[in-house]
């Protein structure tokens, strides 16, 4: 079953969970080769997959709206996981329009390639599509929790999802979606959370923590998020979305004495920022159809040990993140964040 994809189209592969997904496939599966399609947009980078055996990866640069390219891969494909979009919350709200091209658009076209070419489709989503839970909430998310997206992102997130679904039911295409909470790890753009504030603090700044620091999100590490795509796209039941979660709820400001504390730092050493607007509260996913249907399970349960890899690892790499570091930080400012 386990090389059951000879050839496996990797959307986003260049971004921060698909090449985590690229490396897993490689290291894991000796008979599959994958061919990353990826724009190479701001958040894409093309170092991300440079050490992988060129035998068994192929790099493509081009736009997953592009349906001519995109039938020609798929010509030669039995399967595609998609992890391709704008990704970050923040953009979204600033600029909305990229998001519904390349989130809704691009997993139309390729839905329309792998209706004509017979091939298993895999979309990568998120759980924000369920909206937020109250602190006090005993409730999580499940499979049969109401889609309430908030923000740009997660609206477009969830039309992706509404598409996977039709273009299965209406057409039959083999499919299925995992929604997935937060990610940590290496190779992270540093617009998201733990690597905007770890490297703050390597560049001599002040974390910026938004609101009231009091948001939850539930952690979970890319690895485990890459093996729980890998059992879902070879043992899961299409049509099926399955849940991936860790059990990793953390506050954000708890989050973050935990970097500070890790670095050397005091626990007031940052800045509150302005909150961002329609701010989810809380996020946590019970993924229990995903442990009972396929025996996953997360290997990386220590969150403490997995930030201070990350952490170390963004202090070994400054090249590969100290080009993005302005430009970042200036969008964040002409927000006031
Ligand atoms: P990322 O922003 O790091 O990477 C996105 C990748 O997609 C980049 O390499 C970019 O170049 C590429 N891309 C963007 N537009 C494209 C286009 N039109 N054509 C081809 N390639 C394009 O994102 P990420 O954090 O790795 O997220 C990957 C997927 O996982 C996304 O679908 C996201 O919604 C989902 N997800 C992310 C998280 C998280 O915590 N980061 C959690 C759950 C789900
Ligand atoms: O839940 C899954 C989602 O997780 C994915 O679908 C998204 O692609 C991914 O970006 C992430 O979304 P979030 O908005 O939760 O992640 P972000 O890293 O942007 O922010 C995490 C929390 O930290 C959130 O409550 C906002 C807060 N925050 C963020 C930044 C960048 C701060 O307090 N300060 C900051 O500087």
Not at 119 to 137: C, K, M, N, P, Q
């Amino acid at each position: 079953m386990a090389d059951r994809f000879n050839n496996i189209i990797v959307t986003g592969g260049a971004g921060f969970i698909g090449s985590n997904f690229v490396h897993w496939v490689l290291d894991n599966q000796p008979g599959t080769r994958v061919t990353v399609l990826d724009a190479l947009t701001y958040a894409g980078n093309r170092e991300n997959v440079a050490d992988c055996d060129p035998e068994r990866m192929t790099f493509v640069h081009g736009d997953i709206c592009d349906a001519d390219l995109v039938g020609r891969l798929f010509a030669d494909a039995d399967a595609c996981v998609h992890f391709a979009a704008e990704s970050h919350n923040d953009n979204s709200i600033a600029d909305p329009t990229p998001f519904l091209r390349t989130n809704v658009e691009g997993t139309f076209t390729l839905l329309q390639a792998a209706r004509d070419h017979g091939v298993r489709f895999h979309h990568i989503s998120t759980d924000e599509v369920y909206g937020d839970l109250a602190l006090d909430d005993p409730a999580r998310f499940t499979e049969e929790t109401p889609y309430r997206p908030s923000s740009p992102y997660s609206s477009t997130k969830a039309a992706s999802d509404m598409l996977v679904r039709a273009w299965h039911r209406t057409y039959g295409v083999p499919a299925t979606i995992s929604n997935c909470s937060n990610n940590y790890g290496p190779y992270q753009h540093i617009e998201k959370f733990i690597p905007r504030q770890i490297t703050n603090i390597l560049c001599g700044a002040r974390p910026k923590l938004y609101g009231d620091g009091l948001n939850v999100r539930d952690w979970i590490h890319t690895e485990d998020h890459s093996s729980a795509v890998w059992a879902i796209l070879t043992e899961g039941r299409l049509g099926e979305t399955y849940l991936i979660g860790a059990d990793g709820e953390r506050n954000n400001i708890d989050v973050l004495r935990a970097i500070l504390a890790a670095m050397g730092c005091g626990p007031d050493d940052f800045d509150w920022v302005r909150d961002r607007p329609g701010h989810d509260r809380r996020y946590a996913i019970d993924s229990a159809k995903l442990r009972r249907e396929l025996g996953w399970q997360p290997k990386h349960t220590d969150f403490a040990e997995g930030l201070a890899d990350t952490i170390a690892w963004y202090a070994a790499n400054e090249d590969w993140w100290r080009p993005a570091k302005e430009a970042t930080e200036a969008k964040y400012r002409a927000q006031g964040q």
